[in-house]
């Protein structure tokens, strides 16, 4: 029994999104940390922090469900259908379609599965599937012994599901198709399940991240074991599991439970800014992937240049010679035969009043402004204007592109039969007979394509009436396109988008190597490539093709490095141009058939960083490109319209595809704006994320290995910070600071140097370094005073936290720890090279010195309700007849009060906490992102690949 026709995709249970979201191990040790603040009547912390874990959880399954609503609604669709079904047409529920149904098409039809038009011609929209614009026209699928693929050649006679038919049959006459695939088999089933379980890249910070969390882990079991120590050794009075529950707080601060929050928030802001631009993404994890790109491949046609491909006009032979090129415009004569095979050698079709097709055939048709006439029941028929001149199109065979060429046999009014053919000049070469080709010919091609014309040749045989019209109609297509004769070349111009050029110089600029990978030939890219700056003007170019015998031999692309250079083999190249390839001043290119023969013979991986140009390349090629590049360790970007570049732009790390589509299927990446500069500003957004989710992870991991100490020195004195000092750790600065953090916006350039991790390590461990220093400076200073005393731990008891936080310890711990911290969320926001200036952060700028104006008051400012609230020792906590418990005893057993802190000491130590600003300061700008740290890199260079960019 067959399966229903449809994707069983449902959204899950409200029930079970919750609970996949909270049970995660993460969730459940962030719970079980919360539990113990609870336990521990951290009453105003512990819920703040719950709530924010409990907000994120929220908005998580919000997005999460949000997301499988729309996944289902697109899955969820079921139409009528008039199906064939023993004989008779009925009407049928799309769902109960099986393959081998015949149906009928009708237009303006969402199809609901994948069909083979079997009868008839049609228009599609396959910008759902593809991204691409342009209507598409699909023609009958011929009867011959040809295996069919949906996804090679027979994509022409292919309807795909999801796509929608504007216009099936001619007419009255009614188009058919077979169902081939149903339900999940389908096109639009495969890409839901893209969507669903997409292509899982492992990135290198995320295994880096993982040894990073191990090693806090070992220090947080050291930290336990020591805090453990410590809490023995005070005196304080406490039983056991109090000491275990203080020291589940070290743990718990040295693992943050926001740790993988922090990951996450520099992509989100880099998605807000991308939108902005006219970007937008599917997949958000890309975006910090494609901040390290190193390779950026591109398309050609349509992607750096125009949509659209201008008609110059043809250059045909004069008696065996080429003539002048002549264009159309200007009453400029050609010849009969050329203009006739102009008009008739085209697969254009009409959808209303407009032309569509190929629009490299829809130019050229447009052109030479005959008059296209199709019927429901007869050939299509041109004509001249005055219809003195009308030619019958009897047989097409489509464009192939494994073979280059497309034809058509088309009958005159006198009813005899000619064939044109047309297609890429290497092949039509082939086709054609020798006698008919200039001496010329390929210098004279080659030379157009080099001066950025799009090349095809024409070539026509006369049929007469030779053969009947059963005869020619069954004729094998290869015993159509055989001793042609050549008759001209076809010219299009195809020209650079106005910014391509500024994006590919930002490119370079920033270190990243533009390569071009095109269907087109290899002289066009070449052009296309030096108009927009990927190879310098004096760099030479050599050009991998095959001969007859299929081997691959190298020759110079364009005359001008000639000098010198003659044709080679690979071996001969490798070994006495190995210089000029290392250095820069020599790069290649190669032809889909040099490529493969070059893969087949393991040479391509030797060769594939000093390639620029891939020309004459098929989808499945394009994609082999990427691969490649990826399997030589590095991240790779593609850049496409998303037509016959889906595979490519799938297999990338950041695949972009140049859609006018919101949201392209076929890649994380879509610019609605059809700019090659959305490459640039994702790059630049994407640098400038994952800089920011460094600096907000380093911010949380300086929380932990900064405050782990600050605890042990409490475990040490036998203290713990008074509750508001807990608030304005947690609550304030992790949280203002950490989201002002994210805000950072990216530089307006492609700097030269992409994040580093090297670089965060330093930074992390520089500044624990010193604020270490300068914490021990100040307890040293705070020991040194005469009216110091220290606290009484033997009189305090451990489960009462609200009681010992009296004291001078607790001061100068807490203020000398909480600048240092949060002058950290300032200094990681330092612009460096990929965010703007950490100034222009308002939200941080506000947020950070609103923090240091009132700690700097609460410090400084004498003994007042307000300071109270943050137990500063400008009280003396110490007088006689003390409130606290731990002072009372103090002095019953002897003791004698003490005074409290006095203003010079507190002035003092404010001037020490400056030096130790100011030293983190000068580390970041001076040793991490300054003078010391270019020093250090040129003398010890990154042993990575180098690329010439």
């Not at 008779?88 to 109960?96: K, T, V």
């Not at 047989?395 to 039969?417: I, P």
């Not at 364009?558 to 141009?577: A, D, N, P, Y």
Request: glycine share 6%; aromatic share 10%; charged share 20%.
């Amino acid at each position: 029994r067959a399966c229903p026709n449809e994707i069983p995709f449902k959204p899950e249970s409200l029930f079970y999104s919750i609970f996949d979201e909270t049970f995660t191990l993460f969730k459940v040790y962030q719970l079980i940390s919360y539990i113990l603040q609870f336990w521990s009547s951290y009453l105003f912390v512990a819920p703040l922090m719950m709530f924010i874990v409990a907000l994120s959880a929220a908005i998580t399954i919000y997005n999460r469900r949000r997301g499988q609503f729309m996944i289902a609604k697109i899955t969820e669709y079921d139409t009528q259908v008039e199906t064939l079904r023993s004989g008779q047409w009925i009407n049928l529920a799309s769902r109960n379609l099986v393959p081998g149904d015949v149906i009928k098409l009708k237009s303006g039809w969402v199809l609901p599965c994948d069909l083979l038009i079997i009868k008839g011609s049609c228009v599609c929209d396959e910008s759902a599937l593809t991204g691409e614009p342009m209507p598409v026209q699909k023609y009958a699928a011929p009867n011959t012994d040809v295996q069919y693929k949906a996804d090679g050649l027979g994509s022409r006679h292919t309807l795909f599901s999801g796509t929608t038919l504007l216009q099936a049959g001619q007419g009255h006459d009614d188009a058919l198709a077979i169902v081939t695939e149903t339900g999940m088999s389908t096109s639009k089933g495969e890409l839901v399940a893209t969507i669903l379980y997409p292509q899982k890249l492992i990135f290198k910070y995320d295994e880096e991240l993982q040894i990073v969390a191990c090693l806090l882990f070992i220090y947080a079991i050291i930290c336990f074991v020591v805090s453990i120590k410590f809490q023995n050794m005070n005196g304080q009075q406490s039983i056991w599991v109090t000491k275990w529950i203080y020291c589940m707080f070290i743990i718990n601060q040295i693992m943050s439970p926001l740790l993988p929050v922090a990951l996450e928030v520099g992509q989100i802001h880099a998605l807000e800014s991308l939108k902005k631009r006219g970007v937008f993404c599917l997949n958000p994890k890309r975006i910090v992937i494609a901040g390290k790109i190193r390779v950026f491949c591109f398309d050609k046609t349509g992607t750096l240049t125009k949509e659209g491909l201008d008609f110059v006009g043809v250059q045909s032979v004069v008696t065996n010679s080429f003539g002048p090129v002549l264009s159309l415009e200007g009453g400029q004569r050609i010849d009969d035969i050329v203009l006739h095979g102009l008009a008739t050698c085209h697969a254009v079709t009409k959808f209303g009043k407009d032309l569509v097709g190929n629009q490299v055939e829809v130019k050229m048709f447009s052109a030479v402004g005959w008059n296209l006439i199709e019927s429901a029941k007869s050939p299509p028929v041109v004509s001249d204007g005055s219809g003195s001149r009308t030619f019958r199109i009897v047989r097409r065979n489509e464009f192939d592109q494994s073979r280059a060429t497309m034809s058509v046999v088309v009958e005159d009014n006198s009813g005899n039969f000619h064939i044109y053919c047309k297609g890429s000049f290497e092949k039509i070469k082939e086709l054609s007979n020798a006698q008919s080709l200039p001496a010329d010919y390929e210098d004279r091609a080659r030379l157009q394509a080099l001066q950025g014309c799009y090349v095809l040749g024409l070539s026509y045989r006369y049929l007469g009436r030779e053969l009947a019209f059963e005869d020619m109609l069954a004729l094998p297509r290869n015993e159509l396109e055989k001793d042609l004769n050549f008759i001209s070349l076809v010219l299009f111009r195809n020209e650079l988008k106005p910014d391509s050029s500024a994006a590919i110089h930002s490119l370079k600029a920033g270190k990243v190597r533009p390569v071009m990978v095109t269907g087109d030939n290899a002289q066009c890219g070449h052009y296309i490539a030096k108009q927009s700056g990927m190879f310098s003007s004096d760099c030479k170019i050599l050009l991998a093709d095959i001969t007859n015998d299929n081997s691959v031999v190298w020759s110079p692309l364009s005359s001008k490095v000639t000098t010198g250079i003659s044709r080679m083999t690979t071996e001969e190249l490798l070994q006495s141009r190995a210089s000029l390839l290392e250095d820069g001043t020599l790069e290649l290119a190669v032809t889909g058939k040099a490529f493969n023969r070059l893969q087949e013979s393991k040479r391509m991986d030797d060769l594939l960083l000093y390639t620029r140009i891939f020309a004459r390349f098929t989808p499945s090629d394009k994609e082999k490109v990427v691969t490649m590049h990826r399997n030589h360790g590095l991240i790779v970007g593609m850049c496409g319209d998303g037509g016959n570049d889906c595979g490519a732009l799938r297999a990338a790390h950041a695949g972009i595809a140049l859609s006018a589509a919101e949201a392209s299927v076929v890649s994380p990446f879509t610019a609605r704006n059809k700019s090659v500069h959305a490459v640039v500003d994702s790059l630049r957004e994407a640098r400038g994320a994952l800089h920011t989710s460094f600096a907000c992870y380093k911010f949380l991991i300086i929380y932990g290995l900064q405050f782990s100490i600050f605890k042990l020195c409490c475990y040490w004195f036998g203290i713990i910070a008074c509750q508001m000092d807990c608030i304005f750790i947690d609550g304030v600065a992790v949280l203002s600071l950490g989201y002002a953090m994210s805000r950072c916006n990216a530089e307006k350039i492609l700097n030269k140097v992409r994040p580093l991790g090297p670089l965060n390590v330093a930074s992390v461990l520089g500044l624990w370094g010193s604020n270490v220093v300068f914490l021990v400076a100040a307890i040293c200073f705070m020991a040194s005073q005469k009216d110091y005393v220290r606290w009484p731990a033997q009189y305090s008891h451990g489960a009462s936290w609200w009681t010992l936080g009296d004291n001078w310890e607790s001061t100068v711990l807490f203020f000398t720890m909480y600048f240092q911290f949060i002058t950290s969320a300032f200094v990681f926001s330092f612009g460096s090279k990929f965010r703007k200036t950490v100034f222009k952060n308002l939200s941080l700028m506000v947020s950070y010195w609103s923090l240091i104006a009132v700690c700097s008051c609460l410090l400084l400012l004498p003994h007042n309700k307000f300071t109270e609230v943050w137990h500063v020792a400008s009280e003396q906590f110490n007088h006689a007849n003390p409130a606290s418990p731990v002072w009372a005893s103090y002095q019953k057993n002897g003791g004698q009060p003490s005074p409290a802190m006095s203003f010079d000491f507190r002035f003092k130590l404010w001037w020490i906490i400056l030096a130790s600003l100011a030293v983190n300061i000068a580390w970041q700008k001076v040793v991490v992102e300054g003078p010391l740290a270019r020093i250090l890199a040129a003398k010890y260079p990154s042993k990575r690949q180098k690329l010439h960019i």
